[in-house]
């Protein structure tokens, strides 16, 4: 087997770590051994050197990584990792935070590993950790550090522990820090929501609107729930359906909400707008928004958190004049830079109910990332999550690679 080719130092997250972890990766190709004649780890990653559409620009790269860790590093193996709409977004170059491009893994053009989210498990830990162990599972501290990939070295520094991994699977924890993170702190940081409160949302029936209504119904807070018509009625009535037995307490279409008169029928629903619907949660954008906030009550409060129509955001003016609607954003990366304690905190809440039984998970696609699994079927898997109506969110899981 030939070894090592030298390194250049890179500027990702990973350029934090000493040189000396990055020792000599080399392009393998045919036989695999699980732990290399030497000692090496073998391992796959899932990079781009160039933005455009997943299909185009992503490559699977293989290298090797040397058993000698440095005292306070970690080599981490990958359980799962999801497929999130930001992590495409990265990837085309129309997110605003770009992983920098770099020669860390040995890539023939600078590269950035992608994906931002996922559970591992830790396979070795560097001489002078002390509150890690072989077997723990962890999760990144921060987005942009590159998951899709088998193994990978971190600091302690970079990953938060899961501190209780009994009863929990890999998607469970490896989903917890993005969507169900921005639904929790979009219900608890902008509006004192308090028992018997409204938050009406679009997106029901994504990841972070799903969190969104299982959060509200545990919190005794209300929600109306905005789904899109689906292409067949029965299939419309069953999300309805879906979205109703995880707690929401209504759901309507799109088309719904854009009938005239549905704010009416919103008074009504809250007892002649004596309860409060104090948040709407937006991440679809366009006309139907603008009906959406028509339905908050005096001084309610907007929170934006995606585009997914891809349409700018039409407002009503009376809205700001005469209601005092606030608006706002929201960005998980930002939130959880500057609020690491409380990342913690939170994804160990959701994880308690998760493990109660008090939070379902996502409908998710399963993708298998075996050692063999070629190149196509994992480009496949990121371009297919692109359209609309999906059964359930895209989530590589790892075999014991
Ligand atoms: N700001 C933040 O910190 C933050 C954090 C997490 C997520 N997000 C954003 O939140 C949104 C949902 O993310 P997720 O991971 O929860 O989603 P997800 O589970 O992958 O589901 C995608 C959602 O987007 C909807 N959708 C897809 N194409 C659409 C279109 N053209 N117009 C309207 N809706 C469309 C889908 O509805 P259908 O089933 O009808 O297709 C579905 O509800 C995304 O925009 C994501 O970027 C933001």
Redesign the pocket.
Known sequence: MSLPQTLRAGSSSLSALPRAMFPKYTSLTCRRYKSGPYGYTQAKAFVYSKYGEPSDVLSLHTHSISPSLPSSTLLLRTLATPI???DINQIQGVYPSKPPFTSLLGTQQPSAVAGNEGCFEISSVGSGIKSLSKGDWVIMKNTGFGTWRTHTLAEDSNVLKIENKDGLTPIQVGTVS??PC?AYRMLKDFEDLKEGDWFIQN?A?????RAAIQLGREWGVKSINV??DRPEASETEQMKNELLELGATKVVTESELMEKGFSEKVIEWTNGGREQVKVGLN??GGKPTSALVKCLSQSGHLVT??????QPLQLPTAALIFKDIKFSG????RWSDANAEEKKRTVEEILDLTREGKFKD?PVQELKWEWGTEEGVLKEAVQGTLG???AG?GVFVYGDI
Do not use: D, L
């Open positions: 999130n709409p930001a993005v969507n921005t997106g029936n994504s990841g972070v609107g789904i899109r991440c679809v958190y995606g585009g997914m129509s891809k929201f960005w998980v990366s996502i609309g109506f999906r969110k």
